[in-house]
């Protein structure tokens, strides 16, 4: 990381956290309480299946 930003990165890197907090706000419901893109704590992010 340090050769791509030219620095040491300190703090934990949150912008795929906050990619995902804007594809939540564009296609969720109710982006605060996601139906269609959940996230795995320790792990990631998963698609939920569809409901009928």
């Known amino acids: 990381m340090e050769a791509v930003r030219g ?8 912008s795929i956290d906050v990619h995902m ?3 939540r ?3 969720e419901v109710d982006p605060k309480n996601p139906r269609r ?3 795995v704590r320790g792990v990631g992010y998963v698609f939920a299946k569809q409901q009928d």
Do not use: M, P, Q
Request: hydrophobic content about 55%; overall charge neutral; glycine content about 6%.
């Open 37 to 39: 893109i959940l996230t």
């Open 25 to 27: 706000a564009a296609i």
């Open 21 to 23: 907090g804007r594809i």
């Open 7 to 14: 620095r040491e990165l300190e703090a934990f890197d949150r």
